[in-house]
């Protein structure tokens, strides 16, 4: 039996998610406001994401606290590895890189584009990790409570 087609986590789309963790790595570079615009797209993504999932449910003829457990669980699950877990991440990996080339005197070109260059280097590392512990973490607490 083959997996069903997810356009939110099976095709380009799904890289919305990690929008947030680019504008983290550029923060150091770009106004607040741009960062915060990273949020709320990738914020939109996860709620399409658990909007087409529940829309699905229904479409299954699923009853009404059936959809509330898979849409909460598709927008918990989102929101903790799209966009919390490595916003978090990206923000101190870029804050303690500047940190600590203002600490070993880098010269100030050097000092203002590396912490960028780290964070958006870290953000494939972080991914697998953050969805394994999050899957974990679901499992463990969510799904086990209310499915």
């Not at 799904?14 to 949020?39: C, D, K, M, Q, T």
């Not at 929101?79 to 010269?107: E, F, H, Q």
Request: hydrophobic share 40%; aromatic share 10%; with cysteine.
């Amino acid at each position: 039996m083959s997996k069903e087609y997810d356009l939110y986590r099976d095709s380009k789309l799904r890289y919305l998610g990690y929008s947030n963790e680019v504008g983290e790595a550029f923060r150091p570079l770009i106004h607040r406001n741009v960062v915060r615009a990273s949020y709320l797209m990738a914020t939109a993504y996860v709620c399409a994401d658990a909007i087409d999932k529940s829309v699905r449910e229904h479409q299954r003829g699923s009853s009404a606290k059936q959809i509330a457990i898979v849409t909460g669980d598709v927008f918990t699950w989102q929101m903790v590895a799209s966009v919390i877990i490595p916003g978090v991440t990206i923000n101190r990996i870029t804050w303690l890189t500047g940190y600590l080339l203002r600490k070993a005197d880098v010269k100030k070109a050097f000092r203002k584009i590396m912490p960028t260059a780290i964070g958006l280097c870290s953000i494939p590392l972080i991914i697998g990790p953050i969805d394994k512990f999050t899957d974990h973490l679901m499992d463990d607490t969510y799904r086990k409570w209310l499915c």
